[in-house]
């Protein structure tokens, strides 16, 4: 309880600091980014931390910790005061009501997911023991880049800025590894549900409605609860509803794993399948041309939070909504101003583009997936203001592109050091030749979304002009070139050893002969494909007629450096226009998997579908509840009853996943002992291993020899994982994917078996010297998987003991 209650007061304190400079740096919004400070701050100050620490400015401890804070204070204090009439401290009395609600949601969605995760505190299977082994590595670290735990003498190969972040928090209070692996995810969570929050009441808002503090709170809802609708479909699974003994056609026809066999008996209303809740993450079906199922990963927020795997694309979260916020700011017009770089100009104002870059390269190193999507968002954002200001014209395009060329470059030089030891397995781009994403599985995914989607886009062809034919053909021109560009890659990669396995898994003994069956199987599964077009082509078709409505408009708009945030707003166009291209974009982010993937370990489109999908679900969820205010504000008409109540059906399907999920997932909060430990398990379950770790924790830092295996997702590495000191080699399936290779760590694994099986104590000493290994830990694991020979090791001191399990301690050499 008391770590909660100090990461609340150091965010919140974090908070109130940043926020005079988001004050400052934010004055088109109408909340003046509020809501986003934390976010803000937390960002900056782990810049500033991390940057210090990479070049050896400062350490990572307690005093540097404490001095780049400082450092972060007086300038936010000093530079946010500014040159506005109105102070940042009048503006929280004059608005204290939202920022009541404001404080309220960020707490009950801190302290609310904590609670949840204090009855399934377990830093166990899938990606939780790498997540929290990178955490334990940031704290014993003492600069950066961190030690990476699972290979000695290497530093992560990893987007680890999250970790970095999570280190900060836990080491400023004095928190463990454990308890600040689940404190971190119920962070998130809580600024997440702020950050969107906030931005939801700054479109409504912007839209002139007439009372935005409550409306906006769907905005948290859509983002992070509002799940797909595979839960709705367990319900209906489990009622039988569909079967007639074992026959359900239904079920047949939606092919789903697990739902396609008959229900359990007696009939119910509740799923009871083990971890059916997971099914969810994997509505996405692949089945190639032999009728061979490929798993795809598909999360969604609600998901991620629920399993509290503290991944980037988790972590990266509320950083990702600030950019959103940031883009925002650029669109109405908060960054009037010039940057003169003598061949060409950028027209935005200095402070802009720096934050911008800090902010976009931040994301990128907490999830560099995000980057490019939020870069094209801030883009667009600038294209669109600087077409209400002058009209569409070549110039604009110019714009655009030196624009996101410089941002995009000092968003990565701003972060040099953590690319210089950056190493990615991506290769390129594959094609999707067979892979069509259906209809049904589509709808599944997103319907909760599309519903208010759809609606909203009809809507506004009551308020806004709209050029179908020009946004239509863009669209679908679009996705006949992706196609084209498909199949052209396709067959240029014909002759590669992987495609041609590819081509003869598939049955087929040529390239053509895939293509055609191919396309066939594209219109058999066109429903996905027609759905896209439809949402992108009405997007485009608002989009393109709002730039010739306005072509030739002249607005002059006030200076963002003296205008108050009132006068900008009103200078400003609606907030639809913006929203439209989160729309846009979301949509081209699901519309590229149809086509192309990127090169990965996994050799398939799982990796991009996931990545690609989580963040279309952000930028759609935040219109989807826009939309949802707007259908019950604003719709008109005799079908309005009928809109409303099918909006309300659906979200309420949508509500059908958490509401029965949660209490399965943590057992019905049935735990005797709630604690916000990942840890914790250890000493129940392997009280000599837990013993081990607490021993080394007041040891000097060294490299570890313990069990190690070529596989992930095992019991292996757990020394490292839960001390934060580097073993020879953990999981080696993970470190290929880091890695793109084996050059790194090859023959390791072999290295390790000798170490705890071979007599010679001269070739062991060999082995220690070459990894510089400190502790050498033989335990029940390691007796398990080699056949130990423990009598070499007398040659060294025995430090620690228990039960079975003993360290021995290896002299440092000269």
């Not at 026959?247 to 971890?275: H, V, Y």
């Given at each position: ?62 005093a540097g910790l404490f001095a780049t804070l400082l450092i972060l204070a007086v300038f936010s204090l000093w530079w946010g005061r500014g040159v506005e009439s109105e102070s940042p401290l009048h503006w929280l009395k004059k608005h204290r009501g939202y920022v009541l609600v404001v404080e309220i949601l960020f707490l009950l969605a ?562 005797e002992e709630p604690t916000l430990d990942a840890s914790g398990y250890l000493a129940r379950y392997a009280p000599a291993d837990a013993a081990v770790v607490e021993f080394l924790a007041d040891q000097p830092w060294g490299v570890v020899a313990e069990a190690s295996t070529k596989d992930s997702y095992t019991e292996y590495a757990r ?96």
């Open positions: 309880m008391i770590n909660f209650i100090l990461w609340y007061l150091l965010i919140t304190a974090l908070g109130f600091l940043t926020f005079p400079l988001a004050y400052r740096l934010l004055p088109a919004l109408p909340e003046r980014g509020y809501a986003l400070s934390r976010a803000l701050g937390l960002l900056l100050w782990g810049f500033i931390f991390w940057l210090a620490a990479s070049f050896g400015l400062a350490r990572n401890d307690l801190f302290a609310g997911l904590a609670f949840v995760r204090s009855h399934a505190p377990e830093a166990l299977g899938t990606e939780k023991p790498m997540e929290l082994a990178f955490i334990n590595a940031v704290l014993r670290s003492e600069t950066f880049p961190p030690n990476d735990p699972w290979l000695s003498g290497y530093a992560i190969s990893y987007y680890y800025f999250g970790y970095v972040l999570t280190g900060m928090m836990a080491k400023f209070t004095a928190t463990s590894g454990g308890v600040a692996f689940n404190l971190m995810i119920a962070l998130v969570f809580g600024m997440s549900a702020a950050g969107a929050y906030g931005l939801l009441y700054n479109f409504l808002t912007l839209a002139r409605k007439r009372s935005a503090i409550f409306p906006a709170l769907l905005g948290p809802l859509f983002l992070l609860i509002v799940s797909n609708l595979e839960g709705f479909l367990e319900v209906l699974h489990r009622l039988g509803i569909g079967w007639n003994g074992s026959s359900g056609p239904f079920w047949a026809w939606l092919n789903m794993r697990d739902l396609s066999t008959p229900p359990a008996q007696p009939l119910g209303w509740i799923p009871e399948r083990f971890w059916w809740w997971w099914r969810a993450s994997r509505v996405v079906h692949d089945y190639d041309l032999q009728g061979i199922f490929r798993e795809i990963i598909d999360e969604f927020p609600f998901f991620s939070y629920l399993l509290a795997d503290l991944h980037p694309h988790v972590l990266a979260m509320p950083f990702g909504l600030l950019a959103v916020g940031l883009a925002l700011n650029l669109y109405l017009g908060g960054w009037a101003g010039e940057i003169n770089l003598r061949l060409t100009k950028i027209p935005l104002a200095p402070r802009g583009f720096v934050i911008l870059a800090v902010v976009l390269g931040g994301v990128a190193f907490l999830n560099t997936w995000d980057l490019p999507v939020y870069l094209a968002l801030t883009g667009l954002g600038l294209a669109f203001y600087r077409i209400r200001q002058y009209g569409w014209a070549w110039a604009r395009l110019e714009e655009l592109g030196v624009f996101g060329f410089t941002l995009g470059l000092s968003a990565i030089l701003l972060y040099f050091p953590f690319y210089v030891s950056f190493s990615s397995q991506a290769g390129g781009i594959l094609p999707n030749i067979v892979f069509p994403t259906r209809g049904a599985y589509l709808w599944i995914m997103f319907g909760s979304l599309f519903v208010p989607l759809f609606l909203f886009l009809l809507h506004l062809r009551s308020k806004l002009p709209a050029n179908l034919r020009l946004g239509f053909g863009l669209a679908l021109g679009l996705t006949l070139l992706l196609w084209l560009f498909s199949s052209i890659l396709g067959l240029a990669l014909a002759n590669t050893d992987a495609i041609r396995q590819f081509i003869t898994s598939q049955g087929a003994t040529g390239a053509g002969e895939v293509l055609r069956a191919a396309t066939l199987r594209r219109f058999e599964f066109i429903g996905g494909l027609t759905t896209l077009v439809l949402l992108l082509g009405m997007s485009a078709a608002y989009l393109t007629a709002i730039r010739a409505e306005e072509q030739n408009a002249s607005v002059e708009q006030p200076s963002s450096e003296s205008a108050p945030a009132g006068q900008l707003a009103q200078a400003a166009e609606t907030p639809l226009p913006f929203l439209l291209l989160m729309i846009l974009l979301g949509g081209l982010m699901v519309l590229a998997p149809e086509f192309v993937y990127l090169r990965d370990g996994f050799g398939n489109r799982m990796n991009t579908v996931f990545k690609f999908y989580y963040q279309a679900w952000a930028l759609w969820s935040l219109v989807a509840a826009f939309g949802f205010v707007t259908i019950f504000s604003e719709m008109r008409g005799w079908l309005t009853w009928a809109a409303r109540i099918v909006l309300l059906l659906v979200t309420v399907m949508g509500l059908a996943y958490p509401v029965l999920s949660l209490p399965s997932r943590v057992n019905y909060f049935q735990s020394i490292a994982t839960n001390s934060g000191l580097a073993n020879i080699m953990g999981w080696g399936g993970h470190q290929l994917q880091w890695r793109g290779g084996s050059e790194a760590f090859g023959g390791r694994q072999e290295d390790i078996r000798l170490l705890y099986e071979i007599p010679s104590w001269e070739k062991a000493s060999e082995i220690l010297a070459r990894y510089n290994v400190r502790y050498v830990v033989i335990g029940d694991l390691e007796r398990r998987t080699y056949q130990v020979n423990e009598q070499k090791f007398i040659n060294l001191p025995e430090i620690f003991r228990s039960g079975d399990t003993v360290v021995y301690l290896v002299p440092e050499r000269p």
